[in-house]
């Protein structure tokens, strides 16, 4: 089925599809430049191995590669490039890399040298060793002194780095089937990538406790070099199940929950967009307004004034959003932020109140900024908004809040964003950060137990960036990492990716979950000087309707057998129950959801979906019932 690309991604630039690789039972895809999805007799062993190099504010480069070469028959492939990257004030940066495998051995080697000298954050390899199936399995570590540590994946989220000091790690890829990760040039260390939802364990070099960003000397090689090698005493070939005909399973599950509230993020700076658009608002009917304030960005009786209008137009509940200066006492900020309020007539039912120094991240080795005790900015909240109930955690990412774990003893609930382009932007990427959502909500429940719990906003675009100085400008629409404009916002690409969003946190059992604004870059509805028409409703819109149609239903959980492609639950409103399945990829996919007993499938007793489509099904019985 073929589906234009602008419907798809919001833009007509497509990912090109990677090569394949292939040396025996050992494949890899070559995406620019770099490994992707290297596995073993068909199951994965490594998520990547790739090259970085990254600026002072950890945006990624996008080298020149040069001098391509590809070589490889049945039993070994061979890959040789140049890649050049360009910094500021002309200085360049030269890698050379040679690629080699056989049947049971992958080497990545590169020698990177610059004429100019090179300024850079990071410079080197970077090891990606998948969640699923891993989490929590064994794991053998060789360290640089030698020491080898028998220890486990991290379950629950490391806050910190698990491994340090490495050379070497060994995992088991199934029965009887071992991968040596070993990395040379320099000391590595780990870090729980999920922390950023990320869906994958990245060993990288150059420890974080060092100076960055650093200089590489002018003419003064730096070589590194990751080898895989596999050991496998099977002796024997084995294919992953899939079931017959080609098409993904679904089968209902045990799990059962409430829907969760859906919020709508409102800023000062879309204020008035939003209310030129607020009869859309009972359209839509999110149970939640979350309305963004900001004194040190200049926010003031202005913006709570509009706020207020927009709150009175809205039948549901509002939560003001609150990035405390702290540049005097918690105590005398939020009384003048009250008495703002109480200029505007604004009176929000709950306040989400955090430092706005805690939405920079403290990297590991860091100093630790100047901040006020947390209970002292909690208890200065309730003292400023009695009869208002006072959340906290992290106006931006669970990173920070794993990091710097509030105290709940005084908070009605506790709440965090999550970004899938801190890292990487391509659709792959992107779409399996979706499988880290499940591990973060786990270590949330971990820490802060039944305390209720919301998510967002969660988008595509970064709305801020805790690891640099600034989010990325994207004038021409690219795939980029921390930039706070991403044109898969405007197609179905954000609408899959919302609905799976909202099923992967379903077990989390959310108070809200706030996946969009209303206007603008992370908006429902297409703004001035974007791909579509302004107030042309993207298909993000669908989802978030859905959604908030959906709060408060029952839902159960139904099994995919490829959850990295095809995601579902099963839901009950005042209508009737329904099958809910959205697929993930950019390929159609059929789906045998006999098991859950839908309508409207083909004569086949498939279900065919589009690419990044979302179907819902009305059910021939009322499993929820059963």
């Known amino acids: ?5 602008f419907q798809l991604y919001g833009t007509r630039l497509v990912d090109p599809s990677p090569g394949r690789l292939r040396a025996g039972k050992l494949e890899a895809d070559l995406a620019n430049g770099n490994l992707r999805t290297i596995r073993y007799d068909g199951t994965e062993v490594l998520r990547a191995i790739s090259y970085l190099v990254r600026d002072r504010d950890w945006g990624t480069y996008s080298p020149d590669i040069t001098d391509l070469r590809i070589e490889q028959n049945d039993d070994r492939f061979e890959v040789a490039y140049l890649a050049r990257c360009e910094g500021p004030d002309d200085t360049r940066l030269v890698i050379d890399v040679r690629i080699t495998a056989s049947a049971d051995r992958l080497d990545f080697e590169a020698e990177a040298i610059t ?8 410079c080197g390899f970077c090891i990606l060793h998948p969640i699923v199936g891993v989490a929590g399995s064994a794991a053998t570590v060789e360290h640089v002194d030698g020491e080898i540590v028998a220890t486990r994946f991290p379950d629950l989220i490391e806050p910190w780095q698990p491994f340090k000091d490495m050379r070497a790690i060994t995992h088991a890829v199934m029965p009887d089937v071992q991968a040596e990760c070993r990395m040379e040039g320099d000391t590595f260390e780990m ?6 939802s990320d869906a994958s364990y990245k060993t990288y070099v150059r420890p974080l406790a060092l100076p960055w960003p650093y200089q590489i000397a002018a003419n003064q090689p730096v070589r590194q070099k990751t080898s895989l090698v596999i050991r496998d005493i099977s002796g024997s070939t084995r294919h992953p199940p899939r079931v017959s005909g080609g098409a993904l399973k679904l089968e209902l599950g045990a799990r059962t929950g409430t829907m969760p509230d859906i919020g709508v993020i409102i800023t000062p700076e879309e204020a008035d967009a939003t209310l030129s658009a607020k009869s859309v608002l009972p359209e839509i009917a999110p149970q939640e307004l979350l309305f963004h304030f900001d004194p040190g960005a200049g926010h003031g009786v202005d913006a709570l004034a509009q706020f207020a209008v927009l709150a009175a137009a809205h039948h549901g509940r509002s939560t003001l959003e609150i990035a405390l200066p702290c540049k005097s006492s918690p105590s005398s900020e939020t ?21 706005s120094v805690d939405r920079q991240s403290t990297p590991p080795g860091s100093t630790w900024p100047d901040c006020p005790p947390l209970d002292e900015v909690y208890a200065a909240a309730r003292a400023a908004f009695p009869g208002i109930r006072i959340g906290g955690g992290m106006l931006s990412y669970f990173t920070e809040l794993n990091r710097k774990r509030v105290p709940d003893g005084q908070l009605d609930f506790v709440s965090h964003c999550t970004n899938p382009i801190v890292h990487a932007a391509d659709d792959l990427s992107v779409m399996q950060t979706l499988e880290a959502l499940p591990f973060i909500t786990r270590s949330v429940r971990a820490i802060y137990g039944d305390k209720p719990y919301r998510i967002g906003p969660s988008t595509i675009p970064m709305r801020q960036n805790p690891y640099g100085s600034r989010t990325m400008d994207n004038p021409s629409g690219s795939r980029i990492p921390m930039a706070d404009r991403d044109p898969r916002h405007n197609g179905r690409f954000a609408e899959a990716f919302a609905l799976g969003y909202a099923i992967r946190v379903l077990d989390a059992d959310l108070e809200c979950l706030t996946l969009s604004a209303l206007n603008g870059p992370f908006g429902l509805i297409a703004g001035p000087g974007e791909p579509a028409e302004q107030g042309a409703r993207r298909p993000l819109f669908n989802t978030v309707r859905t959604l908030c149609r959906l709060a408060g239903a029952t839902w159960r959980e139904c099994v995919s057998s490829s959850p990295s492609e095809v995601l579902s639950f099963v839901a009950r409103d005042s209508t009737g129950a329904r099958l809910y399945v959205v697929n993930l990829t950019s390929e159609e996919r059929k789906v045998d959801c006999g098991a859950c007993w839908p309508t409207g499938k083909d004569s086949s007793g498939d279900l065919l979906l589009s690419p990044l489509a979302v179907a819902v099904l009305p059910l021939q019985r009322d499993v929820l019932a059963d």
């Open 115 to 122: 004429p100019t000298g090179f300024e850079t954050n990071r």
């Open 1 to 5: 089925m073929t589906v234009d690309a």
């Open 191 to 196: 870090e729980d990538q999920r922390n950023w």
């Open 335 to 355: 009384a003048e932020i009250a008495r703002q309020m109480q200029l505007a007539e604004f009176k929000p039912d709950a306040i989400m109140i955090s430092p």
